[in-house]
């Protein structure tokens, strides 16, 4: 063990996000003995995070950009209250350099990556670099970012392809290019939503792999070198990018595939340096050749799906790396498959209306419950959901012997769980799970796109 790494237990944790997420890493907290410290917009003041924690500061008015993505009020809120470190939970700040840095700079321990590594890997035609050098597959494409030559460099890579935004994330400034002629378009439409979403309107190209599957693996890797990586999740089932639903392990990966996987993500996370718990995902074509996309350096939505398969706290294990602690458990433990697992995302939006967002006031919440059932949320009767963030209201997350008693166990919670007062797409999910090929793990990333032109050709001809 390196006599630099000082090993220094925090006694104060304060959580930079909101929610189900910051509930999340409270309960933790409280399990390791620190004390937590909430932030809230005044829209979030009856948030139950807010309740949960040990001391609350209100950071700002409603809007995110002056308040959870306030690096300042929150780095302020850090050391009035004598915070150890920061948790930045998902989203927001999560994977924002500057944030890392500023934290760092006020005598705070940054619970994550370190801001060099985030700006290294949250760059994506630099991640695809470190990948290269690595030797991790990559799809072709541009190798950085392109230029006035995009037409060129286009013809090089072969249509269909991807643009993509440099500093993109959760499907934003994402652009499908199947022909020449509408690449000036399709350009100017990333490059506007890369603008808008990040303040950066640079783009890459990436071959566009038909009907892929998206597969993930979490890894995990401490500040002496060590490193490990867990089974996949297959998160395939995504509208317009954003995922829906996410299960491990992948009912298409085979052992000696899984076992590729956790290779190439632990040689790139050590290619990096990365210190704390992040993800790598892959793009996976119908012949099992799969192709690396990007990192996250930050806890997923969908973390509780490895928790679950690999009985392992993520969080726990990034306050424990953070602390200075080696890593608590050996790639061997890290590769047993305990359960199969399967996470829904329920929004508070109406599928029936293009999942248009449902903001208002819970007037009824039962949760599922019983055997092998977890669900997040921040949820509670007469809780009423702000209109200015994202949709997500709770996460259930089921586990089983089998992937055939997980969707058994699936079907009886979403006809459980009931909502009443906003409209949610747990109707959605019932479709899902109900869905032949999905049953049949035969699912890519375009299948809910194709369930939703099917649900729409049925209805349009029982009009008739």
């Given at each position: 063990?390196?006599?630099?790494?000082?090993?220094t237990?925090f006694?104060?944790?304060?959580?930079?996000?909101?929610?189900?997420i910051?509930?999340?890493v409270?309960?933790?907290?409280?399990?390791?003995g620190?004390?937590?410290?909430?932030?809230?917009?005044e829209?979030?003041?009856?948030?139950?995070?807010?309740?949960?924690?040990?001391e609350?500061?209100c950071?700002?008015?409603?809007p995110?950009?002056v308040?959870?993505?306030n690096?300042?009020?929150?780095?302020?809120a850090?050391k009035i209250?004598?915070?150890?470190?920061v948790?930045?939970?998902y989203?927001f700040?999560?994977?924002?350099?500057?944030f890392?840095?500023a934290?760092t700079?006020?005598g705070?321990?940054?619970i994550?990556?370190t801001a060099?590594?985030?700006?290294?890997?949250?760059v994506?035609?630099?991640?695809?670099e470190?990948?290269v050098?690595?030797?991790v597959?990559?799809?072709?494409?541009?190798?950085?970012v392109?230029g006035?030559?995009?037409r060129?460099?286009?013809?090089?890579?072969g249509?269909?392809?991807?643009?993509?935004a440099?500093l993109?994330?959760?499907?934003?400034?994402?652009r499908?290019c199947?022909?020449?002629?509408?690449?000036?378009?399709?350009?100017k439409?990333?490059?506007?939503?890369?603008?808008a979403?990040?303040?950066?309107?640079?783009?890459?190209?990436?071959?566009?792999v038909l009907?892929?599957?998206?597969?993930e693996?979490?890894?995990?890797?401490?500040?002496?070198?060590?490193?490990?990586?867990?089974?996949?999740?297959?998160?395939?089932?995504?509208?317009?990018?954003?995922?829906?639903?996410?299960?491990?392990?992948s009912?298409?990966?085979?052992e000696?595939?899984?076992a590729?996987?956790?290779?190439?993500?632990?040689?790139?996370?050590?290619a990096?340096k990365?210190?704390?718990?992040?993800?790598?995902?892959f793009l996976?074509a119908?012949?099992?050749?799969?192709?690396?996309?990007?990192?996250?350096?930050?806890?997923?939505?969908e973390?509780?799906?490895t928790?679950?398969?690999?009985?392992?706290d993520?969080?726990?294990m990034?306050?424990?790396?953070?602390?200075?602690e080696?890593?608590?458990?050996?790639?061997?433990?890290?590769?047993v498959?305990?359960?199969?697992?399967?996470e829904?995302?329920?929004?508070a939006?109406?599928?029936?209306?293009?999942?248009?967002?449902?903001?208002?006031?819970?007037?009824?919440w039962?949760?599922?419950?019983?055997?092998?059932?977890?669900?997040?949320?921040?949820m509670?009767t007469?809780?009423t959901?702000?209109s200015?963030?994202?949709?997500?209201?709770?996460?259930?997350?089921v586990?089983?012997?089998d992937?055939?008693h997980?969707?058994?166990?699936?079907?009886?919670?979403?006809?459980?769980?009931?909502?009443a007062?906003?409209?949610?797409?747990i109707?959605f999910?019932?479709?899902?799970?109900n869905?032949k090929?999905?049953?049949?793990?035969?699912?890519?990333t375009?299948?809910?796109?194709?369930?939703?032109?099917?649900?729409?050709?049925?209805?349009?001809?029982?009009?008739k």
């Open positions: 063990m390196s006599a630099e790494i000082k090993i237990p006694k104060k944790v304060l959580i930079a996000n909101r929610g189900e910051a509930l999340r409270i309960r933790t907290l409280k399990e390791m620190i004390k937590s410290v909430a932030i809230y917009s829209a979030d003041r009856n948030s139950l995070h807010v309740r949960m924690a040990d609350a500061v950071i700002g008015a409603a995110s950009p308040s959870y993505l690096i300042d009020a929150i780095v302020t850090g209250t004598g915070a150890d470190a948790h930045p939970g989203g700040l999560s994977e924002n350099a500057d890392a840095d934290v700079k006020a705070m321990t940054f994550g990556p060099k590594a985030i700006e290294m890997l949250g994506k035609s630099t991640a695809r470190i990948a050098k690595a030797g597959p990559i799809t072709p494409g541009s190798d950085g392109v006035k030559n995009f060129e460099v286009a013809r090089k890579i249509f269909p392809i991807m643009i993509k440099s993109g994330g959760g499907g934003k400034g994402m499908a199947l022909k020449e002629e509408d690449l000036e378009l399709m350009m439409t990333a490059q506007g939503e890369a603008k979403n990040f303040g950066d309107d640079r783009v890459y190209f990436e071959k566009l009907n892929p599957r998206h597969i693996v979490q890894v995990a890797g401490d500040n002496y070198g060590n490193v490990v990586a867990f089974a996949e999740r297959d998160c395939s089932m995504q509208r317009r990018h954003q995922k829906l639903v996410e299960e491990s392990p009912p298409f990966v085979d000696k595939t899984r590729k996987l956790r290779e190439a993500a632990c040689k790139l996370v050590k990096a990365y210190r704390g718990v992040g993800t790598v995902e996976m119908q012949n099992k050749e799969f192709y690396f996309m990007e990192v996250n350096t930050r806890l997923q939505v973390h509780p799906v928790e679950s398969v690999c009985g392992q993520l969080v726990k990034q306050i424990q790396i953070a602390q200075g080696p890593l608590h458990i050996t790639q061997e433990e890290a590769a498959i305990k359960c199969h697992a399967i829904h995302r329920i929004n939006e109406d599928s029936e209306r293009n999942f248009t967002p449902c903001p208002g006031t819970i007037e009824e039962i949760p599922a419950g019983g055997l092998g059932v977890r669900v997040d949320s921040h509670y007469g809780y959901i702000p200015y963030y994202d949709s997500l209201i709770a996460k259930l997350i586990t089983a012997p992937r055939a997980l969707l058994e166990r699936s079907r009886r919670c979403l006809g459980e769980f009931q909502i007062g906003v409209k949610t797409t109707p999910h019932q479709k899902i799970v869905n090929d999905f049953v049949a793990g035969n699912m890519d375009g299948l809910i796109e194709r369930m939703m032109a099917a649900e729409k050709e049925a209805a349009g001809e029982s009009k």
